[in-house]
Nanobody, 123 residues
Framework: QVQLLESGGGLVQPGGTLRLSCAVSGRTLSRYAMGWFRQAPGKGRELVATIDWDGLSTVLADSVKGRFAISKDGAKNMLYLQMNSLKPEDTAVYYC????????????????WGQGTQVTVSS
């Protein structure tokens, strides 16, 4: 089993910054893609950012391009989501996900999920 544990969420004012972290533990997988999803109240799950299993290619949703960045530290088994210029519409529970596939897409069924961390953007 692979366990994912997110941290770093919280309440921030519009225009503010947060950095989410996701720690990977448990079963060792040789290669895997990772991503961040989010779900706002009353809305469906949205794929926000992905990084491929080589860690060389990232994809961001149009709604966050230019503001968010995804990265990972393989040596530390960590995934990050740097969120800048936050907007109220970024308010959601953010989940990290892992899949032993080259990448994660909107149609993927990730192998593992974290429990989620709440991000609230409000003045």
């Amino acid at each position: 089993q692979v366990q994912l544990l997110e941290s770093g969420g919280g309440l921030v004012q519009p225009g503010g910054t947060l950095r989410l972290s996701c720690a990977v533990s448990g079963r060792t997988l040789s290669r895997y893609a990772m991503g961040w999803f989010r779900q706002a109240p009353g809305k469906g799950r949205e794929l926000v950012a992905t990084i491929d299993w080589d860690g060389l290619s990232t994809v961001l949703a149009d709604s966050v391009k230019g503001r968010f960045a995804i990265s990972k530290d393989g040596a530390k088994n960590m995934l990050y989501l740097q969120m800048n210029s936050l907007k109220p519409e970024d308010t959601a529970v953010y989940y990290c996900a892992l899949d032993p596939q080259p990448t994660i897409t909107n149609t993927s069924t990730p192998y593992a999920w974290g429990q989620g961390t709440q991000v609230t953007v409000s003045s």
